[in-house]
């Protein structure tokens, strides 16, 4: 059982908008940056999100972050056949001096 | 360009002990905190260890903690986890990744998988 808690998974259709919510608490979330990893089958993750809010080069607008007191949020607008995939929140936590990712989200693109 | 290569995964027995190695090239890996996360199958993501840019500082999961031991050589630019007392719940694909938690880890190596299995 993760520390942070994500929706097991989420779905919309091509062209809409999905959120997919990391809920934590304040030894976590709530004091420390989020960032969030989109891991398509078979492949490596990839950082999507860091520093709650910030994209890295190379990751579109569509992606989105935010964050207020012990929940972050991912938003993706515009969505693709290809953003199918499993995406994770994680920070650190103070109280466990480690680590941690939430349990993941698998969306679907119907 | 950034790389990242692990390699030392494979079959151990209940109990015994592998070292894995991450292989880093195309930036200044002795400026950077680096990372072990685990993938059991069809499972999520779980952070290992960490350890700071000169090595003065670890961190472990309580689950690893006191089985296994996260180092680095700055001057090989390689990162280690050896790993001790491996249990069936190791089994996993072990990546490394750089970057503090602050920043995210922008880069992932393509992981090594050990099966913790008799």
């Known amino acids: 059982q993760s520390v942070l808690t994500q929706p097991p998974s989420v779905s919309a259709a091509p062209g809409q908008k999905v959120t997919i919510s990391c809920s934590g608490s304040?030894?976590?979330?709530?004091?420390?940056?989020v960032s969030w990893y989109q891991q398509l089958p078979g492949t490596a993750p990839k950082l999507l999100i860091y520093?709650?809010?910030k994209r890295p080069s190379g990751i579109p607008d569509r992606f989105s972050g935010s964050k207020s007191g012990t929940s972050a949020t991912l938003g993706i607008t515009g969505l693709q056949t290809g953003d199918e995939a499993d995406y994770f929140c994680?920070?650190?936590?103070?109280?466990?001096?480690?680590?941690?990712f939430g349990g993941g989200t698998k969306l679907t693109v119907l | 360009e950034v790389q990242l290569v692990e390699s030392g995964g494979g079959l151990v027995q209940p109990g015994g002990s592998l070292r894995l190695s991450c292989a880093a090239s195309?930036?200044?890996?002795?400026?950077?905190?680096m990372n072990w996360v685990r993938q059991g199958p069809g499972k999520g993501l779980v952070w290992v260890s960490r350890?700071?840019?000169?090595?003065?500082?670890?961190n472990y999961a309580d689950s690893v903690r006191g089985r296994f031991t996260i180092s680095r050589d700055n001057a090989k630019n390689t990162l280690y986890l050896q790993m001790n007392n491996l249990r069936a719940e190791d089994t996993a694909v072990y990546y490394c990744?750089?970057?503090?938690?602050?920043?995210?880890?922008?880069?992932w190596g393509q992981g090594s998988l050990v099966t913790v299995s008799s």
């Open positions: 304040s030894s976590n979330i709530e004091n420390y940056s």
């Open positions: 195309g930036f200044a890996f002795s400026s950077y905190w």
């Open positions: 994680a920070t650190w936590d103070s109280s466990l001096s480690a680590g941690v």
């Open positions: 520093e709650d809010n």
């Open positions: 350890v700071n840019s000169d090595g003065s500082s670890t």
């Open positions: 990744a750089r970057g503090a938690f602050f920043e995210g880890f922008g880069y």
